[in-house]
């Protein structure tokens, strides 16, 4: 089954405004990962946390990770038109090597 | 130039009619795995590989088979297609409990 889940669904800004996504997950994790897709195209991985690991910073992306409330969320700072695309996180299950991706965020930003 | 490589990018098909999508990557990756996207759904994963002649099933296997007897290779076969199958799928590869590399997707309409 599906184990990720992501809010919000779609989220439209303007350009220079931060972005907010958030993921919850099910099962005890290795990592969670953060990928990219643009319109009908391969996934492309953003940013990987570990599940000892609280934060991560990539550029304009932050990461956070809550293990006890089994959550992530994507920050993207100072927005831009290319950052339009959709966001997915994967939660990759201690039990294996299975990733399990949620359902994405649709991001939208606006020129 | 370090890919996965899937082929066909759009395939039309008829039900019943058997149909291999390749899927190829040249970075010595020992996990690889498929996934279906649709609308509303997110990626589901189909099968998954951890290594040559090790496979498992996801989220979603019923309809589909895969082999694994190279590491390179992880064919993914429909012995007898039907509409319900008609999805954008993907491959992907990856170190263990590393990020996956995404091949740029078959588009799969079963009529």
């Known amino acids: 089954s599906q184990q990720g889940e992501e809010d919000p669904q779609a989220l439209s800004i303007q350009e220079g405004e931060n972005a907010t996504m958030n993921c919850s997950y099910k099962t005890s994790i290795n990592n969670l990962q953060w990928y990219r897709q643009n319109s009908g195209r391969g996934l492309v991985h953003l940013i990987l946390i570990r599940s000892n690991e609280r934060e991560k910073h990539s550029g304009r992306l932050r990461v956070t990770l809550d293990t006890s409330k089994k959550s992530s969320s994507l920050l993207i700072t100072a927005s831009r038109a290319a950052d339009t695309a959709s966001y997915f996180c994967?939660?990759?299950?201690?039990?294996?090597?299975?990733?399990?991706f949620g359902e994405g965020t649709q991001l939208t930003v606006n020129p | 130039e370090a890919q996965v490589t899937q082929n066909p990018r759009y395939l039309i098909t008829v039900t019943g009619k058997k149909l291999t999508v390749t899927c190829s990557q040249n970075m010595n990756h020992e996990y690889m795995s498929w996934y279906r996207q649709d609308p509303g759904l997110g990626l589901r994963q189909i099968y998954y590989s951890m290594n040559v002649e090790v496979t498992d099933k996801g989220d979603v296997p019923e309809g589909y088979k895969v082999s694994r007897k190279e590491k390179r290779n992880f064919p993914l076969i429909l012995e007898s297609p039907s509409p319900n199958q008609t999805s954008l799928y993907f491959c992907?590869?990856?170190?263990?409990?590393?990020?996956?590399?995404f091949g740029n997707g078959t588009r799969l309409t079963v009529t």
């Open positions: 992907a590869s990856s170190l263990t409990n590393s990020p996956l590399h």
């Open positions: 994967a939660s990759q299950e201690t039990s294996g090597s299975r990733l399990t």
